[in-house]
């Protein structure tokens, strides 16, 4: 099928395969780039003011710039499409990174903390990259082309923390504080990004899904943000696709930030946490592309169902396993990942699915606008929960969200979202 963006012609799945391969090459480096400067930024912030406490605040900037940056970028999406959005989000990480390496050559704990947030625009675009795959996808291929660009993260996700070290080396070499290193390295790894898009990302997938609207004899109406809200009123079934994201993201935060210091207080080795994170990093993302292909295969709800099954599995037996029991709770994080994994590719394919296409930016935008609030909450709880009671308290108040998901996904209404449908 060939249709046409301004006066360039294009063939619909030529395109969608390029669309692809660039979005999950930007993925790959935006996605090193965060993971790397996340854990300096904590060690930074801890750094210029001597305290543990305060080392949160810069993962917490992040958080909300993320959440602050997601409905200007999806407005930015509706208005000039993806590729300017998703450019503009990670050219802001950029200047973020740069921000936080000269803040944190003078020593600026306020400065460091507004770069952070503005890393977060990275994060943000990184989001929106996943709904990007779906613009032109054909209905019965929508997850696992969202999967493979969610996958395409696990290699900057990995890559990221490793290069910690020689990251710090390359600062040291610039005459810069050691830990400044990763976010020199995220600011060229988000400019590759950057010209990633801007070269290759053509046509842009939302311009052409709307050209193909107009194509088809629809008639398409400039789009407004606020439209969003308005839409998610008439679509159930959208408000549950961002609450099974929000959930699954809620749950998987909690539980994963805390599980470091909980090792910490019977001196686990920085090496053994490192390698049960590892673990959870690679249940997040690389069975992606089976839980697409399953999404596709078996259905929507079916698939978020099972995410939640096994978030339940994975909060009792990281709750009861011993604080020095790498094993047992490698097994934990690791389901923690994989069910984060599934209830994030099914909930965003429902969104997709059940959002009419003039609209889905701007209801995006409201999911991970909602996905980014429920993780830096779950983040604030797990913190009061453990020092209030334990790990395995808060392991159980995980527990609470996912039964409410439970139920409502056992309503009737919601069983036809299968991919028969």
Known sequence: MTAAVGSEPFDVDAAQRRILGTLSVSQVFSAAATAGAVPAGSLIAASIVD??????????????????????????????????????????GAVGAVLVVITATMRLLPGLLVGCFLVGGATAAGLQARYAATDLAAEQHRARSLSWVVWAGTIGAVLGPNLLNASGELGQDLGLPQLTGPYVVAAGCLAVAVSALVLFLRPDPYLASLALRRAAGERVVRPRLRDGLEHLR????????????????????????????????????????????????????????????????????????????????????????????????????????????????????????????????????????????????GGVVAGVVVAVASYGALCAVALVPLAGLAVAMAFPRWRSLTSAD
Do not use: K
Not at 255 to 266: D, I, Y
Not at 282 to 307: H, K, L, N, Y
Not at 318 to 324: H, I, T, Y
């Open 51 to 92: 305290s543990e406490a305060v080392a949160g605040l810069a993962q917490t900037s992040g958080v909300l710039g993320a959440a602050v940056l997601a409905l200007p970028l999806a407005r930015t999406a509706l208005t000039r499409g993806r590729r300017l959005s998703l450019s503009l989000g990670y050219g802001i």
């Open 234 to 377: 008439g679509r159930p079934r959208a408000v549950l696709g961002i609450a099974t994201i929000a959930v699954g993201h809620l749950v998987m935060v909690a539980v994963m930030v805390m599980t470091p210091v909980h090792m910490a207080h019977v001196d686990v080795s920085l090496q053994l946490i490192g390698l049960v994170i590892s673990v959870h990093v690679a249940g997040m993302f690389a069975f992606s592309p089976v839980v697409g292909w399953a999404v596709d295969r078996f259905g929507r709800i079916p698939v978020a169902s099972a995410g939640v099954v096994v978030l339940v599995a994975a909060c009792v037996v990281s709750g009861l396993a011993p604080a020095g029991s790498v094993t047992i709770l490698g097994v934990g994080l690791f389901l923690l990942g994989l069910g984060w994994s599934c209830t994030l590719i099914a909930g965003s394919t429902i969104v997709t699915d059940e959002t009419a296409a003039a609209e889905r930016p701007a209801v995006q935008g409201l999911s991970d606008l909602t996905m980014n609030v429920a993780g830096a909450l």
